[in-house]
């Protein structure tokens, strides 16, 4: 497996979609559909990169990404915002929550695979100069 993945999303179709790109590409996925769900198994399965998504039924998807990144061992794990309803002023609300970067719903293929790679490759890179 190239890296565990967690998706926290209440849309199955926007999960399926998701599911079937990581898994094709040898990415290991983990799933919740609510926040709280998603915060306990951040916690517990310590995956390598988190898709966040923002409207969620509990806890939105800025109050989970700050619960994870107090979580010591999550604090440098990358999450990446997915929501289909961007407007102007979001990205900066997304990244003032502690979001890494952000991806615009429906995600293609191409730019889920770049953005896993370019967060993931750069984990890596500080590895080595550790
Ligand atoms: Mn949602």
């Known amino acids: 497996m190239l890296a565990k993945i967690l998706y926290i999303e209440d849309n199955p179709q926007n999960m399926r979609l998701v599911r079937k790109i990581l898994q094709h590409s040898g990415y290991e996925m983990i799933e919740a559909t609510d ?30 990404t700050a619960r994870i990144k107090a979580l010591p061992q999550m604090a440098h794990v990358p999450v990446i915002a ?20 952000y991806l615009a ?19 890596v890179r500080q590895i080595h100069y550790t």
Do not use: S
């Open 35 to 64: 926040g709280l769900t998603g915060v306990a198994l951040a916690a517990q399965e310590l995956p390598d990169l988190i898709l966040m998504d923002i409207n969620l039924p509990d806890i939105d998807g800025l109050e989970a």
């Open 82 to 101: 997915l929501t289909a309803n961007a407007m102007h002023g979001d990205r900066e609300r997304f990244i003032a929550a502690g979001c890494d970067g």
């Open 105 to 123: 719903k429906p995600v293609t293929r191409i730019e889920l695979l770049n953005t896993l790679a370019h967060f993931l490759g750069h984990t």
